[in-house]
């Protein structure tokens, strides 16, 4: 539609053409603003005059003051009331005045003037974690990544809010640092297998004595050593030798099982010879003791009568010995051809045949102690399960040297 459009020069939509109506709009907008300002202007007047009237009449000023009054403890209740504020269980109010810290407020309700004083709830009970990571130099120039998770809690909030403007963030620098010159006095493989509890703790104290110096009012209550991981490029092999070391690891525990199970008996069974080995001894001695108690008794005897104290040892020994035994007698001018299974008889047959060819014969012409010293020989060689009989056999031995020696 075109602006001048013809209607009687009174169209609307001319903005030249209907100047009545703006005019009309605008006078009213003027009025109402004059309007406002007026009843501004009145309002400061009134409350001119009062003041005017309080200072000059006293009994007017009576009925003036009262509402006043009201509006003054209507604002102070009010300014009383929303002084009110509660804090948690969990949490220290910290009560700065004027931007300055005042003091502490316990959990419960509390009271603070407002306007003037300002409290800050700090929770102190609530266990905090701070998460790290990176890719880190080892002491044996290799890449290693890490992640770490700090938990803490704040157990001075004064400290917490004013020591340090960014407390958590000083935190997480000071675990970076700390983590970085751990692991940078460590090796890979140190990192990788038995020495990640003694990383972990190296960095808790690490991290203490970092924030230690600036008083944070946050106590440290564990380090977690997630994960730690060599990279991608040579994780199949370091993954390799984590499975050799977890095998080794296996099969020395099934050693030392293996080990638990078998020593026990061996133990026992070594004690049990030791018992049988001292018993033995202990018997060997009183036998030797009594052996050396006899022979000292026969010794007069032997020296009263040499030829008849050697037989009678001879048959004695003779008696002892065969009695025992199996014997076969036999002939050896006569004939007879025996056939006997000796096997039955002695267990080593062959030993003792030819011991008795070599040995039986006596010597018609030789002395009689030539006699008997062949045949303690003779009973030396033969085969006995007794130790006790084989070492009178040789006590006898011994006691014809000595004779032999005199």
């Excluded at 390799?240 to 080990?259: M, P, T």
């Excluded at 065969?322 to 007698?329: D, G, M, P």
Aim: aromatic share 10%; with cysteine.
């Amino acid at each position: 539609m075109v602006w001048n459009k013809p209607n009687d020069n009174k169209s609307e939509f001319d903005p030249w053409g209907n100047k009545n109506r703006n005019n009309k709009n605008c006078s009213n907008n003027k009025h109402e603003k004059k309007n406002t300002v007026l009843d501004i202007k009145n309002f400061l007047y009134s409350l001119r005059n009062i003041i005017i009237k309080r200072n000059n009449s006293s009994g007017s000023s009576k009925k003036i003051i009262h509402p006043f009054l009201i509006m003054i403890f209507i604002s102070f209740f009010i300014w009383c009331i929303s002084g009110f504020y509660t804090i948690k269980e969990a949490e220290r109010g910290v009560v700065t005045s004027f931007g300055k810290f005042s003091h502490l407020v316990q959990p419960g309700l509390n009271w603070k003037p407002i306007f003037f004083n300002q409290v800050k709830a700090v929770n102190v009970e609530t266990v905090r974690e701070l998460a790290t990571s990176g890719i880190m130099l080892t002491s044996d120039e290799n890449l290693v990544r890490v992640e770490m998770n700090v938990q803490y809690k704040i157990t001075e909030p004064t400290d917490y809010l004013f020591s340090v403007c960014y407390p958590d963030d000083s935190l997480r620098q000071a675990t970076d640092s700390a983590l970085r010159g751990v692991i940078g006095r460590s090796t890979m493989d140190r990192i990788l297998t038995e020495g990640r509890t003694l990383v972990k703790s190296d960095t808790q104290k690490e991290i203490e004595e970092i924030i230690k110096p600036y008083k944070m009012g946050i106590t440290i209550l564990d380090v977690n050593f997630q994960t730690a991981r060599p990279p991608e490029e040579v994780k199949a092999a370091f993954d390799d030798a984590i499975a050799a070391r977890e095998n080794r690891e296996q099969y020395v525990r099934e050693a030392e099982a293996y080990s638990n199970e078998v020593q026990p008996r061996a133990n026992g069974r070594a004690q049990r010879i030791l018992e049988e080995a001292r018993a033995y001894s202990s018997r060997m001695i009183l036998n030797a003791q009594g052996e050396v108690t006899r022979f000292s008794k026969i010794l007069p005897e032997y020296r009263t009568a040499k030829n008849i104290t050697l037989k009678r040892l001879y048959i004695e020994s003779m008696e002892r010995l065969l009695s025992k035994n199996k014997k076969i007698f036999i002939n050896k001018k006569s004939n007879t051809m025996f056939f006997l299974s000796l096997d039955n008889f002695f267990s080593h047959a062959k030993l003792l045949n030819k011991n008795i060819k070599n040995n039986i014969e006596f010597n018609k012409n030789s002395s009689f102690f030539d006699k008997k010293q062949k045949n303690v020989n003779f009973l030396s060689s033969l085969p006995s399960n007794d130790i006790l009989e084989q070492r009178h056999i040789d006590s006898i031995r011994s006691e014809f040297k000595n004779i032999e020696r005199e």
